[in-house]
């Protein structure tokens, strides 16, 4: 339980350097570039990962993944791609603490995914982690307020909110994908496939023009000189603003190495809970940083979130056959219960759309 807790909170803290080194980027370089940032991950990836594939033989080799589900990776390249884009978009038209709050409807869509595609079951105890987890998240947006960091545009609220929402959306989707993936085929196909595929679509969009400007060049077409006033311009580029850039790359290439492994070891829905304690990160670092206010309302809103991640992680989920029948789910977080068989032994259920195994682990099965 408590190193599914901790596995969950080096996610946080990589998001939490992915937001500090975009907060310096943004407010000391004025660089709004949120697709060439995210190009420069996807890069990595693809050399990564993609290049094992690629030197991999037999059904593993990049060519074989491609001929057999190609349009699959692709589609999931773009709802990763797009759901970092309608986040930071929504930047400019609510405020944070919208942001904060209509973000957690990530977690009801992983939920209502997993229990539909993935078959997972929960017990009262995991809804009551979410609930107070999310709890957790309403007392540091009332800290926000009351301290008066609750900043954003706020121009068109509406508008902002639904991107949120959709942002959210696509989450949950990408998140329920690779728990499915990881867990069925590999770690190293779905980073290679999202490195390749997330490499092509953000350069196509780095490279294309630019006809809306008030549109589209702040956040999706990086090409715009505008975007480092005072940067660009000069014969040199400073030397923090490069850092900046490995710095961010860094965070983002850990997250996305890392968070299958922590998926694979606890769920899509644990993980999602567990980053809700980022925001929280960069506040205390912010603190020091950029001379936040403190509000004692932030440290109970860390201690509540991780409540519910213990009573969340105290006990393991449940993959069903039938509403009649369950077997344990792959979670080492809690432990293994044998239930006796008093019926007839039903076809087996296990997942195979996406193709064979390519780990060294089994299928998950059901008996």
Request: aromatic share 12%; glycine share 8%; proline share 4%.
């Amino acid at each position: 339980m408590l190193i599914s807790v901790a596995l969950g909170q080096v996610l946080s803290l990589l998001i939490c350097g992915i937001g500090l080194t975009s907060k310096y980027l943004s407010e000391d370089f004025h660089a709004k570039t949120p697709v060439f940032q995210g190009f420069l991950n996807y890069i990595l990836l693809f050399l990564v990962y993609t290049t094992t594939l690629a030197v991999r033989q037999g059904e593993e080799n990049l060519l074989a993944i491609l001929r057999r589900r190609w349009w699959k990776y692709m589609i999931l390249g773009l709802i990763d791609l797009e759901a970092n884009y309608l986040v930071v978009k929504a930047y400019q038209y609510t405020t944070l603490t919208s942001i904060q709050l209509l973000d957690c409807f990530v977690i009801p869509v992983v939920i209502l995914l997993s229990w539909f595609f993935l078959l997972i079951r929960y017990k009262a105890v995991h809804f009551v982690g979410i609930v107070v987890c999310i709890l957790g998240m309403g007392c540091m947006a009332g800290a926000d307020v009351l301290v008066g960091r609750h900043q954003g545009a706020g121009e068109n609220k509406l508008v902002g909110d639904l991107l949120v929402l959709g942002g959210a959306t696509l989450y949950g989707i990408s998140n329920v994908w690779e728990e499915y993936i990881i867990r069925t085929l590999s770690r190293v196909e779905f980073l290679g496939m999202i490195g390749l595929f997330g490499a092509f679509f953000s350069g196509i969009q780095l490279i294309s023009p630019c006809p809306h400007p008030a549109l589209l060049c702040t956040a999706v077409t990086d090409s715009c000189t505008s975007h480092f006033p005072g940067v660009l311009s000069t014969s040199r580029i400073p030397l923090g603003f490069g850092l900046l850039y490995v710095g961010f790359s860094a965070c983002m290439f850990g997250l996305y190495s890392f968070m299958p492994i922590v998926i694979k070891k606890t769920s899509a829905t644990s993980v999602n809970l567990s980053l809700l304690t980022a925001d929280l990160y960069s506040l205390f670092c912010g603190l020091f940083l950029f001379h936040y206010k403190f509000s004692g309302l932030y440290l109970l809103s860390f201690f509540t979130i991780l409540i519910g991640l213990v009573l969340y992680s105290s006990t393991s989920t449940y993959i069903a056959q039938d509403p009649r029948v369950y077997k344990q789910f792959r979670n080492p977080s809690g432990p293994v219960v044998d239930l006796p068989t008093t019926a007839q032994v039903e076809p087996s259920v296990t997942y195979t759309s996406l193709g064979q195994e390519t780990e060294e682990e089994p299928h998950v099965r059901v008996a």
